[in-house]
């Protein structure tokens, strides 16, 4: 570092979202999952959740790479009935999974009244 350079450079979220979703592509995500989680952790940033933002991209690719976290996963509908559901999430990134089991949820909840969803086996919900 220079004398009189700051310590921290602000980069552009778009620029944030397409490097972040490249690491994700590269690490063997589709193309439409590496830009959810991308997403979801630059949106982490810029509302000032920090810890569950970028910060995680490094964490994230090396639980792909250990087998802890699977890339293009989606939720499995284990068992449901009209107002709750248990939902496995295969290791898939949270924030896909996370996405898919609210959606499941809301859909429920709009019939009903009410809907209670239980998740397993997904990787890190952050910040959803």
């Known amino acids: 570092m220079r004398d009189g350079e700051p310590l921290l450079r602000?980069?552009?979220a778009d620029m944030l979202r397409a490097f972040t979703a490249s690491v994700f592509r590269?690490?063997?995500?589709?193309?439409?999952?590496?830009?959810?989680?991308?997403?979801?952790?630059?949106?982490a940033n810029l509302v000032g959740h920090d810890s569950h933002g970028?910060?995680?991209?490094s964490k994230y690719v090396d639980w792909?790479?250990?087998g802890w976290v699977l890339a293009n996963r989606h939720a499995?509908?284990?068992?449901e009935a009209l107002c709750h559901a248990l939902i496995d999430g295969q290791f898939?990134?949270?924030?896909?999974?996370g996405g898919e089991a609210m959606d499941l949820a809301a859909a429920k909840a709009k019939r009903t009244g009410l809907c209670a969803i239980?998740?397993?086996?997904?990787?890190?919900?952050?910040?959803?």
């Open 76 to 79: 499995v509908v284990v068992r």
């Open 92 to 97: 898939g990134y949270g924030q896909v999974i």
């Open 118 to 128: 239980a998740l397993r086996n997904a990787g890190h919900l952050g910040r959803i």
């Open 26 to 43: 590269a690490a063997g995500s589709s193309d439409g999952e590496a830009r959810i989680v991308s997403d979801h952790l630059v949106d």
């Open 10 to 12: 602000r980069i552009p």
């Open 64 to 66: 792909h790479a250990r």
């Open 54 to 57: 970028v910060i995680r991209v």
